[in-house]
């Protein structure tokens, strides 16, 4: 089992829909979780970080950590064209260098 | 995150030969994070090193890679005698002293394809 899973995707969608991207994980000791968003032959682009369980938004982003059950979601409200992109989760401990682990990336489609 | 600069963006070399991939932190960041991207196993990371110090290399392949960062100039990932598995984009990000890695950013990659 990998330590974050993450469906690749792609996941196609109106304009204008709710998005919900989400991972898994399996180790407890993850305290930071990040969303990462990548445009094609670009690199990753950090959007948002929440440390420990909870809530967190910006704009039209919302990302949700519920720790007892290992899962973290990424919303975005009303997407846009420009929102197609790969999403990428990352995690990372407390301890060490915090270097954090990703999941694979869930490409994300946003159809006019 | 255009303040990362990665050269070149495109690499191609031939089986066997050396390829050197140069990373250049964003101003007032002293550590770099190197990570190698496949098409079908997202972001890997490799090795964390700050001036003059690798800290963290245990995503590194054990032979034919090396990072340096040295106190002047750019980090480097070198890769000896490459193999087509080599093939991928290659991703550093910065943070500055003291900062962790939720607050690095990344560069635009280098691609390399061995032929």
């Known amino acids: 089992q990998k330590e974050v899973e993450q469906d690749p995707g792609p996941l196609s969608v109106p304009e204008g829909a709710i998005v919900s991207l989400n991972c898994t994980y399996s180790?407890?000791?993850?305290?930071?979780f990040m969303w990462y968003r990548q445009y094609s032959r670009k690199g990753p682009e950090l959007l948002m970080y929440t440390y420990s369980s909870g809530n967190k938004e910006d704009g039209r982003f919302t990302a949700q950590v519920d720790k007892s059950s290992k899962y973290i979601s990424l919303f975005i409200r009303d997407s846009q064209p420009s929102d197609s992109a790969t999403y990428l989760c990352?995690?990372?401990?407390?301890?060490?260098?915090?270097?954090?682990?990703f999941g694979r990336g869930t490409s994300l489609i946003v159809h006019p | 995150n255009a303040g990362v600069m990665q050269n070149p963006r495109h690499l191609v070399r031939r089986r066997g030969q050396e390829a050197r991939l140069r990373c250049s932190p964003m101003?007032?960041?002293?550590?770099v994070y190197w990570y190698r991207q496949l098409p079908e196993e997202g972001l890997k990371f490799m090795v964390y090193?700050?001036?003059?110090?690798?800290?963290?290399e245990s995503g590194m392949p054990k032979e034919r890679f090396s990072a340096e960062f040295p106190k002047e100039g750019p980090s480097i990932l070198r890769i000896q005698q490459v193999v087509r598995g080599d093939s991928a984009a290659y991703f550093c990000?910065?943070?500055?002293?003291?900062?962790?890695?939720?607050?690095?950013?990344f560069g635009q990659g280098t691609r390399l394809t061995v032929v």
């Open positions: 101003k007032g960041h002293s550590h």
């Open positions: 990352a995690m990372s401990g407390t301890g060490g260098s915090y270097i954090p682990t």
């Open positions: 990000a910065s943070s500055p002293e003291g900062g962790r890695n939720t607050e690095a950013f």
């Open positions: 180790n407890s000791a993850f305290q930071y």
């Open positions: 090193l700050q001036k003059e110090n690798i800290i963290d």
